[in-house]
């Protein structure tokens, strides 16, 4: 679906309708795939670094995404993933060292002394599963306290 909206629809639709339509990509990680996860970091950390590379990126790891499959990933470490997912973002020019920076697990316990330390997209992705989360909503409110809530927190 990507490659053919990508790369056939968005181009009428940018012709066409670009005041009337506008895509919204969500990123879907499939956790039965373990390397969903990492393959959706690198594009996360892509669109960190070069937002307007994210759309060739994404088009690149669906080109290669038996690359990632899992017999293809089941024997290799998490940071030798990255490695490869850092080495594609250049075929997009994204810079290799840069993506694998946001990427790479350390392997040592962060200063608090922490060994679930994730990488520098972590609460990236988790922002992307979990959404924004505000506990001053509640499912109480009001037309008048949402009202007060926009109102106060929508620039």
Do not use: C
Not at 28 to 51: D, F, K
């Amino acid at each position: 679906m990507f490659k053919t909206v990508y790369h056939d629809v968005f181009p009428i639709v940018m012709e066409r309708y670009a005041e009337k339509v506008h895509f919204i990509f969500r990123q879907q990680i499939q956790p039965w795939h373990p390397s969903s996860t990492l393959v959706h970091e690198a594009g996360l950390a892509v669109a960190r670094l070069a937002p307007e590379r994210f759309y060739p990126f994404s088009d690149a790891l669906f080109e290669n995404q038996t690359d990632y499959f899992d017999v293809n990933v089941v024997n290799e470490p998490r940071n030798k993933t990255y490695e490869r997912l850092a080495k594609l973002g250049t075929s997009v020019g994204v810079d290799e060292k840069k993506l694998l920076g946001l990427l790479r697990v350390d392997d040592k316990p962060d200063p608090e002394g922490s060994l679930n330390i994730g990488n520098k997209v972590t609460n990236d992705l988790k922002l992307l599963v979990k959404g924004i989360v505000d506990s001053s909503i509640q499912s109480s409110f009001t037309k008048e306290q949402w009202t007060e809530w926009l109102e106060k927190n929508v620039t």
